[in-house]
């Protein structure tokens, strides 16, 4: 029988018993990878392939550096989902916070997981993206542009994961969080941000925000900079983020 946590003391102990969950969960440790190697895999193919040729690409090289992410952020998501969905699926979220009363405390190592392997992936498959992308189809690489999209590709991977598992925790079932966020991160956002009269208002969703950031050239159709792009989407994780802890403690409550 699990037995409760308490002290501060045991912070790092939350930290452990969560990261031994990632590494011992197959599903949980094949999604980020799986998200590196689509990020920069299918960049470095695109690349090779039509580089040279497609000027959409070649005028933005952002556009070509981070086209493996369009496929890499679902998976991505995906491993911010089944961080906390499927201890909601299975119960166990009962038998974890059994064993961690202090919600915050469970939920804060979560977050706190999910952000630093967001960033790890986001920081690998960011740098083996532009490194596949400049091998293959040669462009602009200088510049404060470029400081900015690498990091903002770094960021926004992170805020991706931490996005998904808040709105995963809001909605307490793995099922509703896969149906919901992958689609709308994957498919529905990019096919909607195409369509003239609704791309002013989804311009402000998270993942079409935190993208623009991702960008070197300026777009006179967003009504945004780049770095607020970046901003926006910040503030939507830290609403999902919050959300999800207000769902949690009112697991058990009476």
Not at 101 to 129: I, M, Q
Request: proline residues 4%.
């Amino acid at each position: 029988m699990s037995t409760p946590v308490a002290g501060s003391a045991h912070v790092l102990h939350v930290l452990r018993a969560e990261r031994i969950k990632l590494t011992t969960l197959r599903s949980l440790w094949i999604t980020p990878l799986l998200a590196l190697l689509l990020t920069a895999g299918v960049t470095t193919a695109i690349g090779a392939a039509i580089g040279g040729k497609d000027h959409s690409i070649t005028d933005d090289p952002s556009v070509g550096v981070f086209y493996g992410l369009n496929f890499g952020q679902a998976a991505l998501a995906c491993f911010g989902i089944l961080l906390i969905g499927q201890e909601f699926n299975t119960r166990m979220i009962n038998v974890s916070l059994t064993a961690v009363p202090r919600r915050n405390r469970l939920y804060g190592a979560k977050l706190a997981l999910g952000a630093l392997v967001g960033l790890a992936v986001g920081a690998v498959g960011t740098a083996g993206a532009f490194a596949g992308y400049a091998a293959t189809a040669p462009g602009v690489w200088d510049g404060p542009a470029l400081l900015r999209s690498a990091v903002a590709g770094v960021l926004y991977q992170a805020l991706l994961v931490v996005l998904c598992l808040g709105a995963t925790a809001l909605l307490g079932n793995l099922t509703a969080a896969m149906g919901l966020l992958v689609p709308t991160v994957f498919l529905l956002s990019p096919l909607l941000g195409g369509v003239p009269g609704i791309r002013r208002v989804v311009q402000f969703l998270p993942d079409r925000a935190g993208q623009y950031a991702l960008r070197y050239a300026d777009d006179p159709q967003v009504a945004y900079g780049h770095w607020t792009g970046l901003l926006i989407m910040a503030l939507w994780t830290a609403l999902a983020a919050y959300g999800g802890l207000r769902a949690l403690r009112r697991i058990g409550a009476k």
